[in-house]
């Protein structure tokens, strides 16, 4: 028999794994490890919606579910949408319940591309993108969001790398790594640009609920933007549901008309125990959200003062729960740098190149942890900067 390596996709064996998941797994092996690395949200799912999946266990709910999830859930997504953002989709043919956000990306990109079709990734960003636009044989076309911007899309770069092959626009905000947030304004002037083409938007809302400095504005809200908008998110970050493994995607129908057949096949429906239990997250969850979320800025602006104490430079995040500090000073790679205070500092970070290679000189840090845990690696960071500092 041939090699592996002849046998299988060679467009699979080609992508790189996660660089998240490198430094967390290295972790599985080390003691005394302090770790920042993984965007999960430390507070367990609120008791109420843990009390409706288990009574939804107890009633023998445990059957298949309509493919694209409880009719119930789906009004209840609905309401939500309207209620929070504003935005009006029909439970019945534009919202399909998926197996996390991250099912509802795939889906959506396959849906969209054509093999050669471009599609626009601002990066840094989220380490899935790219690779599933590969793996739909589109072309990841990656337009560099900077420091000096505030890590936010400008419109005349945007328009600079639009071509007749380009399909879709990646939205990614507010967003991982950075927690930069596009305001309504700065969302108008790239609705500006992509009136009057044929360009899709996938715009990935996930952390939506997490802004600290104003509210969320979907892309899907303004003029002429919903009709082409793919819009997803999920209950992993606003409700602290990560491992209940639940996303949903909303289009208009047309376009949900076709995703719904990817998911219909390689998924059947979500888990049902997960969709009884945001049913109760939708309807009285709202509470739940404030409290997590003035906990998170409470850590945020901690951490932030931590870290400038230390001399460490950091773009002040508006969105998510992680920081993305600037450490081109000490003059290690950001890979090396993370090594070292993996080793030396016993502090898990992740380098700032697992998002994209613009991502060099960074690093993100995740703040989805106690101030206490933060206050324990802020000490240990501390004691690694001034030995480097030593070594000039």
């Known amino acids: 028999m041939k090699p592996y390596s002849e046998l299988l996709s060679r467009m699979v064996t080609e992508l790189e794994p996660s660089g998240i998941r490198k430094f967390f797994d290295i972790l599985g092996d080390m003691k005394d490890v302090i770790s920042l690395t993984v965007g999960q949200p430390d507070f367990v799912t609120p008791w109420h919606i843990r009390e409706a999946g288990?009574?939804?266990?107890?009633?023998?709910?445990?059957?298949?579910?309509?493919?694209?999830?409880?009719?119930?859930?789906?009004?209840?997504?609905?309401?939500?949408?309207?209620?929070?953002?504003g935005l009006k989709y029909d439970p019945t043919s534009e919202i399909t319940v998926t197996v996390g956000g991250s099912e509802a990306i795939d889906i959506a990109i396959r849906t969209v591309c054509n093999p050669g079709d471009e599609v626009i990734i601002p990066v840094p960003c989220f380490v899935c993108y790219e690779p599933l636009v590969k793996s739909a044989g589109g072309v990841p076309v990656l337009l560099e969001t900077k420091l000096c911007d505030n890590f936010k899309i400008k419109p005349d770069e945007l328009s600079a790398l639009i071509t007749e092959r380009t399909k879709l626009l990646i939205l990614p905000y507010p967003n991982n790594p950075t927690g930069a947030v596009m305001?309504?304004?700065?969302?108008?002037?790239?609705?500006?640009?992509?009136?009057?083409?044929?360009?899709?938007?996938?715009?990935?809302?996930?952390?939506?609920?997490l802004t600290y400095e104003r509210r969320h504005v979907s892309i899907a809200s303004l003029d002429e933007m919903r009709e082409r908008t793919i819009l997803v998110s999920g209950f992993s970050k606003a409700y602290a549901m990560t491992g209940w493994r639940l996303g949903y995607v909303c289009a208009?129908?047309?376009?949900?008309?076709e995703l719904f057949k990817l998911h219909q096949y390689s998924i059947m429906c979500a888990p049902v125990t997960s969709q009884y239990a945001a049913v109760e997250a939708l309807r009285s969850g709202d509470s739940d959200i404030e409290t997590m979320k003035a906990e998170y800025n409470?850590?945020?602006?901690?951490?932030?003062?931590?870290?400038?104490?230390?001399?460490?430079?950091?773009?002040?995040?508006?969105?998510?729960f992680y920081v993305w500090p600037d450490i081109r000073k000490f003059g290690l790679s950001s890979e090396k740098f993370c090594e070292r205070l993996l080793y030396e500092g016993g502090v898990a970070i992740v380098p700032g190149t697992a998002f994209g290679k613009c991502g060099e000189g960074f690093a993100r840090i995740s703040y989805a942890y106690s101030?206490?845990?933060?206050?324990?690696?802020?000490?240990?960071?501390?004691?690694?900067?001034?030995?480097?500092?030593g070594e000039k």
């Open 371 to 389: 101030v206490k845990h933060l206050m324990m690696a802020l000490d240990k960071i501390g004691a690694f900067v001034e030995s480097l500092r």
């Open 252 to 257: 208009p129908a047309p376009i949900t008309h």
């Open 54 to 85: 288990i009574k939804s266990l107890e009633e023998g709910r445990t059957y298949y579910t309509s493919n694209s999830g409880l009719s119930e859930l789906r009004g209840e997504i609905s309401s939500y949408l309207s209620r929070r953002f």
């Open 298 to 320: 409470r850590r945020r602006r901690y951490l932030l003062s931590g870290l400038r104490e230390l001399g460490i430079d950091c773009f002040t995040p508006e969105g998510a």
């Open 183 to 209: 305001t309504g304004e700065e969302l108008e002037k790239i609705a500006e640009v992509l009136r009057g083409t044929d360009i899709l938007i996938l715009s990935d809302e996930i952390y939506a609920e």
